[in-house]
T-cell receptor, first 110, second 116 residues
Framework: DAKTTQPTSMDCAEGRAANLPCNHSTISGNEYVYWYRQIHSQGPQYIIHGLKNNETNEMASLIITEDRKSSTLILPHATLRDTAVYYCIVRSWGNEKLTFGTGTRLTIIP | GAVVSQHPSRVICKSGTSVKIECRSLDFQATTMFWYRQFPKKSLMLMATSNEGSKATYEQGVEKDKFLINHASLTLSTLTVTSAHPEDSSFYIC????????????FGPGTRLTVL
């Protein structure tokens, strides 16, 4: 699966939109972009995934560039409970493994 | 739906003893379960993949005789850390996948192991 690159850390003010970028320039056609987050001392939580089209669910929106070489996870109205490490993972459908990188440590500031 | 539990959530043991951690899928059948380990301030590292009724597949560098994995049913997998040592102290996390229905992974809350 393709590698991903994320900023090490980010801050965002409470109530504002948090935009988390991810680069995956070597992504191939059958690979999906997944986002998980891990709140301190808990197991990872699935957020969203997509292939080509932008996706939205109750937690977040995923914007994937047309060339699919990068994506952005958007938390529209960040709350203090959104403070966590966010992992962007590229995985091909049918590959059961998830390979976690170092992620982005997002801190929501009151 | 898609809830995965782990037991215990926290365990402290003496060096040389064995510790068993259970991972259960509560509301779905998990054909595949995964075991991860996470050291402080580090990312999750996959240890092994287990399919119900068959032997686990271990990642490179993970000792299969030290980390015994059993996946005897579609809702339960166990990880036994044998002859634990202080360097085995870590956060152990399991995940479960429905398999043919979906290859999504649903994670447990993790087990904090401290070996004295």
């Amino acid at each position: 699966d393709a590698k991903t690159t994320q900023p090490t850390s980010m801050d965002c003010a409470e109530g504002r939109a948090a935009n988390l970028p991810c680069n995956h320039s070597t992504i191939s056609g059958n690979e999906y972009v997944y986002w998980y987050r891990q709140i301190h001392s808990q197991g990872p939580q699935y957020i969203i995934h997509g292939l080509k089209n932008n996706e939205t669910n109750e937690m977040a929106s995923l914007i994937i560039t047309e060339d699919r070489k990068s994506s952005t996870l958007i938390l529209p109205h960040a709350t203090l409970r959104d403070t966590a490490v966010y992992y962007c993972i590229v995985r091909s459908w049918g590959n059961e493994k998830l390979t976690f990188g170092t992620g982005t440590r997002l801190t929501i500031i009151p | 739906g898609a809830v995965v539990s782990q037991h215990p959530s926290r365990v402290i043991c003496k060096s040389g003893t064995s510790v068993k951690i259970e991972c259960r899928s509560l509301d779905f059948q998990a054909t595949t379960m995964f075991w991860y380990r996470q050291f402080p301030k580090k990312s999750l590292m996959l240890m092994a993949t287990s399919n119900e009724g068959s032997k686990a597949t271990y990642e490179q560098g993970v000792e299969k005789d030290k980390f015994l994995i059993n996946h005897a049913s579609l809702t339960l997998s166990t990880l036994t850390v044998t002859s634990a040592h202080p360097e085995d102290s870590s956060f152990y996390i399991c995940s479960a996948s429905p398999g043919k229905v979906s290859n999504e992974q649903f994670f447990g809350p993790g087990t904090r192991l401290t070996v004295l």
